[in-house]
């Protein structure tokens, strides 16, 4: 019964691969989120999907590219990734409407590029 | 350029005693706050919010407290639990957007025996 969730938990790879996480949530809200949180623990947003539509796209590289096939599913792709993507992602979920909500976090996938 | 700031890295509290975590922000546009609480591996999970309507909100052990004029706003824990040893960060969002949640680094909280 978890509320979101994000596969694989950890993801150990080279640089120049490219790879996906999954993030899945049963609450039924109508926005997904992703978030990075880097060595310094800095969480900082990248990507918001609401209802399948991009709302929030901060300065990401070109790189890194969301897909949210329906509502309860939104997977980031990385392509050709670099020693600086090495960091903690965190998928996150809200309801927008009627009443501005708070996000529900996903345990968050540890990518390590070598 | 850090528009939300906690400057305390870490705080250690006696359990029963009173933990106040505090969160600087800089942006005006500002008008809705939140309070996470993240374990080593594990996702933040929601504590308290609070719109800037308001100067205070409280939820049992939990009460933040809002100073829009000095853009500070502080979480109080009464009483401090074992089980409240964790990492808190403080996050803002601004008027009209909702969704776009700018988060401190994190107050690492720990309450002693």
């Known amino acids: 019964d978890t509320a979101v969730s994000q596969t694989p938990k950890y993801l150990v790879t080279q640089m120049g691969n490219d790879k996906s996480i999954k993030c899945e949530q049963n609450l039924g809200h109508d926005t997904m989120y992703w978030y990075k949180q880097d060595s310094k623990k800095f969480l900082k947003i990248m990507f918001s999907?609401?209802?399948?539509?991009?709302?929030i796209n901060e300065t990401v590289p070109n790189r890194f590219s969301p897909k949210s096939p329906d509502k309860a599913h939104l997977n980031l792709h990385i392509n050709s990734l670099e020693l600086g993507d090495s960091a903690v992602y965190f998928c996150?979920?809200?309801?927008?409407?009627?009443?501005?909500?708070?996000?529900?976090f996903g345990p968050g996938t540890r990518l390590t590029v070598t | 350029d850090q528009q939300v700031k906690q400057n305390s890295p870490s705080l250690s509290v006696q359990e029963g005693r009173i933990s106040i975590l505090n969160c600087d922000y800089t942006?005006?546009?500002?008008?809705?706050f939140l309070w996470y609480k993240k374990y080593p591996a594990e996702g933040p999970t929601f504590l308290i919010s609070i719109s800037s309507i308001k100067d205070k909100n409280e939820d049992g052990r939990f009460t933040v407290f809002l100073n829009k004029s000095a853009k500070h706003l502080s979480l109080h824990i009464v009483p401090s639990q074992p089980g409240d040893s964790a990492v808190y960060f403080c996050?803002?969002?601004?008027?009209?957007?909702?969704?776009?949640?700018?988060f401190g680094t994190g107050t690492r909280l720990q309450v002693t025996l």
């Open positions: 996150a979920s809200s309801q927008s409407r009627p009443t501005r909500d708070e996000q529900y």
């Open positions: 999907y609401n209802n399948k539509e991009l709302i």
């Open positions: 942006n005006s546009m500002f008008d809705y």
């Open positions: 996050a803002a969002s601004p008027t009209g957007t909702a969704s776009k949640l700018t």
